[in-house]
């Protein structure tokens, strides 16, 4: 299972980005995906999860904000962020849980900076 996250890079506070999460095979087995964030000293921490039955969970610092969808035709989870913060700046990871294993991405930057 391979795991690979794109999308990040140096937006405005205000702007948007979305982010991609390709997965390695059906997503379709995939009981769980999500998107978690680690900035510097900080713990890693859950941004936005689905499940394979479309369930959506939101970490509260970006309710309202972010949105995690995804295309299982493409096998890739989304993560559209809109209204970006200065806050938000972190490396972002993916995550997938499959039969019960746990997978994770390599990670993406992003900057949000003026």
């Known amino acids: 299972v391979q795991l690979q996250a794109s999308g990040g890079g140096l937006v405005q506070p205000g702007g948007p980005l979305r982010l991609s999460c390709a997965a390695s095979?059906?997503?379709?087995?995939?009981?769980?995906m999500g998107w978690y964030r680690q900035a510097p000293g900080m713990q890693r921490e859950l941004v936005a999860s689905i499940t394979s039955g479309g369930s959506t969970n939101y970490g509260d610092s970006v309710k309202g904000r972010f949105t995690i969808s995804r295309d299982n035709a493409k096998n890739t989870v989304y993560l559209q962020m809109n209204s970006l913060k200065s806050e938000d700046t972190a490396v972002y990871y993916c995550?997938?849980?499959?039969?019960?294993?746990?997978?994770w991405g390599q990670g993406t930057q992003v900057t949000v900076s003026s």
């Open positions: 995550r997938a849980v499959r039969f019960g294993l746990e997978y």
């Open positions: 095979g059906s997503i379709f087995s995939y009981n769980y």
